[in-house]
């Protein structure tokens, strides 16, 4: 079967390498504007969105077929009733620090799945709960450019885990991808795990 990710992440596509998936990356332009204030159902929405923008640049080049599976995700981080996508520069990311700082927020990834004329897509939920950080913390974090182009302005797997004091749920799913739901999803749609393709 063809694998195909839907997605320039690093971070997408080093965890399916860990995993042993063998894969190509094909993204495409999708619309990723969207009215949807519920964070779950944005990022399913995004999610399939982009595996949709694939799966149509596929079949207008005659590569779209039943034996092709495309793997599409979204991510965002949900604080105190607001989504928080990437920072738009430094200060929007000192923003979103400050407003994680000493509490529990949420991460949220959509992940959708497309095979033939089959969609699936779903929702993961993980709590992340932040250490108070100052001020120079804040700065510190936002200097070292890690916060540029995540969701939340942090990176679980990066700098930012000297602030981070716990997670309740996949861990994965705060990097980008959230695995054990994929591998959920694989099974539903494809009748096989991932390390099955």
Request: net charge negative.
């Amino acid at each position: 079967m063809r694998v195909i990710l839907a997605s320039k992440s690093p971070r997408r596509r080093e965890i399916l390498e860990m995993l042993g998936v063998r894969f190509e990356i094909i993204s495409a332009d999708a619309d990723e504007h969207s009215e949807e204030r519920n964070p779950a159902a944005l990022v399913t929405e995004l999610s399939l969105r982009k595996g949709r923008a694939v799966r149509d640049l596929l079949a207008a080049e005659g590569e779209w077929n039943k034996d092709t599976l495309i793997i599409a995700s979204d991510t965002v981080v949900a604080a105190d009733g607001q989504i928080l996508g990437k920072p738009t520069d430094e200060n929007d990311a000192a923003r979103m620090l400050r407003m994680l700082s000493g509490s529990t927020h949420e991460v949220l990834s959509g992940v959708a799945l497309l095979c033939g004329d089959r969609e699936l897509a779903a929702a993961e939920r993980t709590g992340v709960v932040f250490s108070d950080m100052s001020e120079n913390d804040i700065a510190w974090y936002v200097s070292s450019g890690e916060p540029a182009d995540k969701a939340g302005a942090y990176a679980v797997q990066g700098l930012a885990s000297l602030f981070i004091k716990g997670l309740e749920g996949d861990y994965f799913n705060v990097v980008g991808l959230p695995v054990f739901r994929l591998n959920q999803l694989t099974k539903e749609l494809l009748g096989r795990t991932l390390t099955e393709l």
